[in-house]
């Protein structure tokens, strides 16, 4: 962090920051004057913060058609550098939902910002309990207006953690990642819900029975996230 601060008797300029790496900064100027009683007021204004994107990571070019160039760089990464993965529980489910009547959705509104691109390389679905070997689930993805965007080929899930490869889905921010409830009886397959994790207050957990979409605390189930994961690369 690079700090200018420059102080002026007539209070117009108090500080300025060159530049800040960090979400969070505090800068403090002091004055000292024989006689501070003729000070009427501090006043802080003209404040401007830039954010400047990081940049692309392993761009490399080659040529590709004679005269056009292919460019290609690294999948999203977080501000630590790592790739981020779309993970709304803590790893434990307070309790386990599945769905009684077909059709039948249960999943989770993922929220990201609208300037971050990349691809989603496969799903994670934790299911708590299975009775049926003969049940069939697939993974619809919906844009933020609720459309269709791609759908998984059905799997028949296992107790534990399924993944589901998602032929590199585009990622172009927020969508809903549901669960498709193609059971019978559908009640024989829950999935995980956690109700303490660190995104149970924004309550991303959703229901859609093919026409209506709900959240899942409309239920009284309490806000939560399903065991549902996005897994970018």
């Known amino acids: 962090m690079d700090f200018r601060n420059t102080f002026h008797s007539a209070g117009q300029i108090i500080g300025s920051i060159a530049s800040c790496q960090f979400s969070l900064f505090q800068d403090q100027v002091q004055g000292c004057r024989i006689n501070s009683s003729a000070i009427s007021a501090w006043n802080i204004d003209n404040i401007k913060v830039d954010y400047v994107c990081r940049k692309a990571d392993h761009v490399y070019g080659c040529e590709h058609s004679g005269t056009d160039l292919m460019i290609s760089w690294n999948p999203v990464i977080n501000y630590t550098g790592y790739y981020k993965d779309f993970v709304l529980d803590d790893g434990q489910s307070e309790t386990s939902l599945g769905c009684n009547d077909s059709p039948c959705w249960l999943g989770n509104k993922f929220s990201v910002d609208p300037w971050l691109d990349g691809k989603i390389i496969y799903f994670a679905c934790i299911i708590d309990y299975n009775t049926t070997t003969t049940a069939c689930l697939r993974v619809d993805v919906y844009d933020t207006n609720r459309n269709v ?85």
């Not at 759908?151 to 589901?164: C, L, Q, R, T």
């Open 149 to 233: 965007v791609w759908s998984s080929p059905p799997f028949v899930p296992e107790a534990g953690e399924n993944d589901i490869m998602a032929d590199s889905l585009p990622l172009h921010g927020s969508f809903y990642a549901m669960i498709h409830w193609q059971v019978n009886p559908p009640k024989e397959v829950y999935m995980g819900y956690d109700t303490d994790g660190p995104y149970t207050s924004a309550n991303p957990a959703w229901i859609y029975d093919g026409t209506s979409w709900k959240k899942v605390s409309d239920y009284g189930f309490g806000r939560g996230a399903f065991t549902l994961r996005a897994m970018p690369g």
